[in-house]
Structure formats: structure tokens, C-alpha cells
């Protein structure tokens, strides 16, 4: 490709709406184009590297066996109120009526679509297992809308679904598409973590994030550097201290803290430790007759350090609170704790509440808590001596970096992570709700076991600058690249020898399958070198007039501070071995 | 690709909607799946189709100098109604609002976007000229979609826009999409025509029409077998008749022709040829004042031979008609024939009634036409004599068969064509509209010349079945085909001599860049070849015990009535020979 007959437009500055350095690099690389809130136009230099992208996606895919279709990006609601999805879904789910005023939705994901064709066509377990992909443009109405294409309204995804006879056979395409995931995100060439994932309502331990690492990501990652633990920090386990509870050697004293309602406060003014305080939090659940009428309220008093963050996925997964939960009402925390919240505590309710206390928290001595009176705080606090034991005992809270690791092989760390990828175990949620059955050997019919893959392909562009770039621009990874090689000759259009000598380069990249773009545009060297660095092209070679006397070319690598001088007739190969190629 | 990895499903039967060949193929051979109406699913053998036929389109369209990019298919209504679209388009334009109830349009074609993409980005002469393509998915939420893919609601269009400095550039523009359509469609291995079309309000002469020709086709094409000629209805001319208008032989009388209306039924009741009548049209045009209020009317008789078929789209450029007409009222008819409709004509008239005939009427003498009076015609009716020369005489009429060639080489033929294809030179349509202007060389803001190329991708699929099919299926084109060669091993899991020579011909086939499937389902040799012919795959190889003794392989191509014994050894050079690979 020369690059006259392609598209380049670069910028200098970054839109202002661009917050994250990913966005403000695509847009100002000129690779995405803004058309609407969550919209993008993806640009020819944009689009190379999409192009690229699912072409290894596509390849591992098939590799591991999976068959590729393509199903509709408008969808009829009818499959999607089978499973329940067209009314539960908020706004995020695009629904579009036709001139015949039919419901139809703007597809976010394919589970309803997929199953519907499994359940026409795959009617016997010879048949299975199956795995189904597509890589399709999907829509979701994104209240917010932000960081260019990584939280876009239509973008592209690819989703594959697997259909399995049983849970084994689930369990094996499982394993199967994770496997493939570290195939494609090797091949990318991006740093990333497999990284366990709550289920939610369907249990087992099937569900594994890729989160490419960087420090901007959203997501915080767990892990321990010394094994292979990885989780989500919705998912990570916090153990029980090693140590056991230590006995009372404080006596209880209600202290007056005025004005000092958070553990932080309260532990400065003491002159305390944050990790001898213990914060409290009000939650309420309430039982319902069959008209929908409240019969029974429980309060819940839940507890951990002060140093420590609620896990509010954990909560929810707790018996009492699994089946939802709301926080307690301001009456309903005077009226069980006799103070208005600030001051809140375990110790003198005036009404049962449900106490849970986190693991750290069960095994502390002598702390800190609120007193249920205004401007007042115990210390001293002990558990069996000043108050009861607590009714429960669990993990409740967000690891913290140092924390013991699960396996019980060294301590966690945190990073953090976008995630462009998950894998999930589905069970027989939709193969359920829309009756997709098939004959065992016996003729009898048994629900599907389904899995479902998703890899977000413009996502993966965002991830990729946001873990590759510095102040001059994008560095992508060779795989992934819009070109790998840019070719710069100094007066291509003034020097015979340099323009015969850049064209014979470019040839012969290309017969090597090496993908370069011959700069023939007749940028001045700074302007083009400066396009080439905000692009990301991983590698660059310069021919002059004056480096061709000597039979010389520049080479200089995204990442190298230097050039190279490299002889002319030598410099094909070495790109390409530079690239790993 | 082994058949067991892969997914076939045929039916025996196409299901009861399935109105046309291609559809009930399609169906049949298990390539798309229905959804809703006008919906599918491309099921994974439609799909390598669909591939293959957008990298054709990519590699020429690449090859004649566009570059590839991707528009939303959701897009916001604001650029809509900047060109008027959004209003003016009738429901066929699918439109959405968001969460914040704005609106917005599922793309049935994408001018807005890539014009506002140009005004953007295209700021300078130097710039230009410009193509930007993408292949993407489109909704046009049709009134009664049919034919499967031929007619759907979602489907894949390539959609091609070219940016010029001026209208030359323009049609310089227009003839390198003309000639990289001509290369993608030979490349398709279909037969085809390029065939003039009208451009509208736009003028000029540069549009084409790629129709594939099947007698299936919704379209009539008119060509000159022995010229280059060829068009579409709306367009082709028909040309004055050669010989001047006879003289007067007979006497105007005013004949009874009771009950009888038509011209076929008048030329029947009297004996005459069909060519000597001449059938009425009343139209009406109507002037209105600054507030709408209708001033004036003109009422207009338009006068084709009654062998004839008035044509609309030339009506709709004469003058004083081309900005709107209406049909007659039956009062107005009145008012100027004294006569209600089916005896009408153009002797004898109340008020003045603009006359058009078309060019064949007039030269015609001695003709039949209604008499302005109930149940009775003219014959011997004469210009000049009987009723003055028209007002106007014009082109208004579909030609017919054997009709003079425009060109004045040789006599017009008409064949049915499905379109496919579409190039258009747009002028400043859209530029003028978004006010899409460059800067000149003297720095004065010009409006951009553009054009667009459309390509149906998802029906050239119905189209190539509709014109390459037998009774037992589909019979693909080898560059487009779902797989180039069926591998068909008769006893693959019982005989290891089958199976090795059949896995070592899929290798030896796969690495000669052929793309074989081999059959390792286990079906029976009859209800295997019927899929492989029914799913239309060009050639089949079947190897047997029996053969391989003799160390020979069966080779049939789709076409052929009988197979050839070959050498196992020669086969793949052969069959890689017969591809035309």
C-alpha cells in the first residue's frame, strides 16, 4: 500500500471530550471519527487494525473447532421475551418498532438468536457438542457513553455459544475456548490476565475474564505473583487472619468522637490504628405475602475494619440477602438502634438485628465501633464479653493487596485490567426458558448445556493503546498493527535513486508478507516520522540520498530510543525478523 | 475442512413461503435460516459464500484505488434531516430513539455519514479525488419483504462514494468503479449486464444498472444483440420509426364498437390490426399559489399506439409534467372529452387539452381511436385532417422487442435481469445539501462532485442461484462457491485404504489453494452426493475401495451428466485444472 492512495489524517491535538489516552490517540491517529455519542466511524487506519484483530479471533476460533454464522443485528422481540430478557432489561437493551408496529430489538448479544437455532437443529446428541460464533455489530444504549470505543453504544463483538449434552461436555468446550483465548490474546501480543469471574445464580466455578492490564483499566484485578491465582475483585476470596481472635485486655468505654462519624476520623482523633475500628452497614429484607404486600421486615447489621471496603457481590451471595436486599430506612435505624446513622454499632440494640460479621472483624479484640448514641464511639469493644457472638460469620469484603492468597501460595496483589473477554458457563438458563431440547440415546429429550465466549473486537483496539503507548503515540504490537512497516524515503519525488530504492523495499516486504506502506505523500521528514510514531507502526526505515551512497538505511523500532543503520540489501530480512515474523 | 467440524443441514422439502428457486434453495441447502420476515440467519455454508463474495468486491474495489472503512449502522438522525431524508423517506427507513429519546436511523445506505465525513476530513483540492467504501449491514424495513434474501429487510450492501473536484473527475471517477464492477462480476462467474439507467433530476447519462440475468428477474433489460447497447426500461429509447407518416387513404368514420374498450377488443371487433389503434391516457397537472391553493389545471392526453405500454419515467420528464401529474378526475375528463372514460380521444375535444403523442403515434394515418363518445371509436382518423398535429411529440412508451436499436445498430431484444448492482454519478446532490466543500486552487470553497456504487452482497447469492441451478439444486460459480470440491469417500471409517487416500487428496487439494470439504459424516453414498448436490458444490471426487484397486477416483463435475475415472495420483492437478483455479 502506498500511502497516497489510502487515508491518513492525523492531529495534533486530541478533541476535548477525549478522556482517556486510548480515545485521544484513535481520534487524534485518525482512527475512529465521532459520529454520535457511543457512535464511531471506524477509519481506514482504524479499520486495518479491526481487520487484523478478527482475523485471529476467526482463526483460533476455527482451530478449536467452533463454525462460524451470522445472525441479524435487528432481532424480533418474540425470542426475546421467551426467556424474559425484553422486559427485565433496562434501556441499555435498543428496542425499535417496525411500519407494522412490531417489537423488535437491536441485538446487544445473540444467546435468544442461538438457541433458537439450536433448538431447530440440533436435534440429536450426535449432533453435539456445537459451538456457533459471529462477529457482528452490536448496540447497547449506554446511559454513559465514554472512553472512545471502549465503552461505545455500537460496537463490534465477537460471541460464540456452545451446546453441549451435559455438564461434562460444557465443562469441555469451556475448557476448549479458554484454551483458544490464550491462543488469540497471545497472538495479539498484549499483556493480559485470565482472571476468575463470578458466575452470579448459576453457581460453578465457569467464568473466567480476559482483562488485558493497564493502569487506566476500570476493573481491579487479583492475583497472587507467586501461583497462578487470578480473580475478579467481586470474585477474590478473602481468607480468615491466620491468627486466632486475641483475648479482651481493654475495658468498654463509651467515648464522646463529636463530630467524627467515619473509622478514619474517629481512629485519627484516638490516635488509633485504622484496623482497630470496625465500620458498620444497615441493610434491610423484606418477606412478602402473595399480593406483594411486606409482612416481615429483617434489619442487618453488617460489619468490617475500617481499613476495609464492602463486597457488595459477596453480600448478595449471602442466605438471608441472596434474594435481594435494600439499605434500612432512617426510621428503621432509630428505631432499632436508638440513633439517627453516623454512630451506629453492634453493641445495646433495642430491636433484634441480624449481625454479620466480616471474617477480619470476628476475629478482632478491643475495637472500635460505633456507640448507637450521637458524637460516640466505643472502645475497648469485645466480642462475647460487651456483645453476643455475631449470627454470621463471612467473607464480605474486597481483598486488599497483601492479603493471604487463597491457595494458600504467598499474598495477593492488585492490578488493574480492562476486560476484553469472557468466558461463562451458562448452564441450562436459555436452553430452559426456551425449551431447547435434544434426544439422548434413550430418544428422550434433555436441555441443552450452554456456554457462551465473548470477545470485544473494537474494544480490544482501546485496550491495546491504553497498555501500549507513549508520548509521541501508539506502539501496537506487530499482530495487530494497521501496518508494520512504514517506509520513509527523503525526497521520493526529487531523487531517482531513493524513490527506485524505497519502491524495490516495498516490493519486496510485501513478497515476504511483511505488511508495509510506502510514504510517498512528500511529507517533510519530521511531520512524517511524527504521523508514523502517533500511528504506532512498529517499525520504520528511512532512505536518504545519503545513506544510499553508502548503500545504508535507517531502522528504528517503535520502542528504541535509536535507529540502525542497516545495508540496503539486508534490510527486508531484518524488518521482518524484528517484527517476529 | 472435514464435513464432521463442520455444519450441513439440508431439507428434503423447501419450507411452503418460500416463493422463488433461490429462496426454496437456499433454504433447502441449509445456507440461511429464517428469523423473521425479511430476516435470516447466514448459516455457516451461506456464509463462506457471503465471504467470498466480499473479498472479490474488497480486492477490486481495492485494486481501483477506494479505501475501506466502517459507518455505524445505527446513525443519528440530525444528518437525515440535514439532506431532508428523514422526513421524506416513507417507512422503509427504520427509525429508533435512544434512552434520551433521540432519534436515530438503522442505515439503509450511508450518503449522510460519509458525506459529513468528507466535509471533515476533505478540505483541500489536493485531497481529491476520494473513494471510501465499507461493506456493512443495512435494514430497509420493505412493505412486504419476499424472495428470501432477494428482498429482505436486513441485508449486506458494499456501498462505494467518490469525491471530485469537478463533474469530469467525476465521470472519471464513475468509469473506474464501471470497470472494477465489469472485473468483480466477471470475477463471480455470472452473466450479466451492465445496463443504462436513468439518473432522475440529476441528468446526465451516468448510471448503470449490474443486473444478473435470470429469467426469474423482476427487471426487463433492453439490449442490441449486435451492438453494445443495452438499458433499462425506464431508459431505453424508442426511437422515431423510420419511414415518414403514410398519407390519408380513408375516410374519418365514427364506428359503434359497443362494450368494447380496449384497444385489443376494438382491433378484434373490427378486424384490424392492433398497431392501427391508438390508446388514451388523461393526465392532469395542477398550479398552486403561495398558500397551495390550486389556480390552475391543465388536462393532458398522451397517445401511444395500442400495442404499447406507456412508460412512466419518460412521462415524468417532459415538460410541464416533469414537476408532478395526477390522473384525471372523472369530471374533469368530462368537462373537456363530453365523454366518461374508455371511449377517449383526441378529435373533438370541449376545452383545450394539451395532446402528447408518442413518436410512433404520430406517424401514424388512418388510425383507430375512441370517439369522445359512449361505446363508440374512430377509424380513418388522420393529423392534420381530423385533428391538428400534437402539441407534443415525445418518447413515451416502454420499447418493445424488434424495436430499432437507439445506437442504429441493429434491432432491440429484452431479457429479465436481477439487480445487483448500481453505479451512479450523484452530482452535488448530497454535497450541496451538507454544504460539502474543498478548497480550490485560487483557496475559494468548491461543492464536492460525488458518486455512489452499491453492491447487493446477499443477493448476488440469490441471483447467482437464480440463474445457475438444476433440478437436484444449486450449481455455484467456483470462485464463489461454499466449498470449491466435495471429497466423498465411500466407506471412509471401514476402509483404511479409503481413508487415507481420501485424507491425503483433502491435504494434497488444501495446499494447491483449493477449497475441498471432506465428507466424513458417514452417510450413505446417495443421500451424500444429493447434498453435495443440492448444496451445488462445482465438483465432487468419490473414492471407493473398488476404484482405488485400480488405483482410480471418480471425478463429476456439477454439470456433468457422468463421471470421469481419474488417477488418484492426477486427480488434484485435474480437478484444480477444471476449477479454472
Redesign the interface.
Known sequence: MKAS???I?TLKEAPADAEVVSHQLMMRAGMI?R??AG??????MG?RV?RKVEAIIRDEMNRA?A??????????AELWQETGRFDKMG??L?R?K??HDRD?I?QPTSEE?VT??AR??LRSYKQLP?N?YHI??K?R?E?RPRFGIMRG??FTMKDAYSFDRDAAGAAKSYEQMFAAYKRIFDRFGLTYRAVAADTGAIGGDLSHEFQVIAQTGEDAIIYCPTSDYAANIELAEAVAPATPRGPATQALVKTPTPGKSTCADVAALLGLDLKQTVKSLVLATDELDERGVVVKTTVWLLLVRGDHDMNEVKVGKLDGLKNGFRFATVPEIEAHFGCKPGYLGPIGLLQPVKIVADRTVAQMSDFVCGANAWDHHYTGANWGRDLPEPDLVADIRNVVEGDPSPDGKGVLAIERGIEVGHVFYLGTKYSKAMNATFLDETGKPALMEMGCYGIGVTRILGAAIEQNHDARGIIWPASIAPFQVAICPIGYDRSAEVKAAADALHAELLALGVDAILDDRGERPGAMFADWELIGVPQRVVLSDRGLKEGLVEVQGRREAEASKLALAEVAAAVKARLGA
Open positions: 492512495q489510502f487515508f489524517s471519527k459520529l454520535g457512535i464511531y466511524n471506524y477509519m481506514p479499520l479491526i473447532g463454525v462460524e454464522l451470522l445472525m441479524p443485528v435487528v432481532q424480533p434501556p441499555e435498543m425499535v417496525d411500519r423488535f437491536i438468536v433458537d437455532i431447530q437443529e456445537k456457533f457482528q455489530t448496540f444504549d446511559r453504544r455500537e
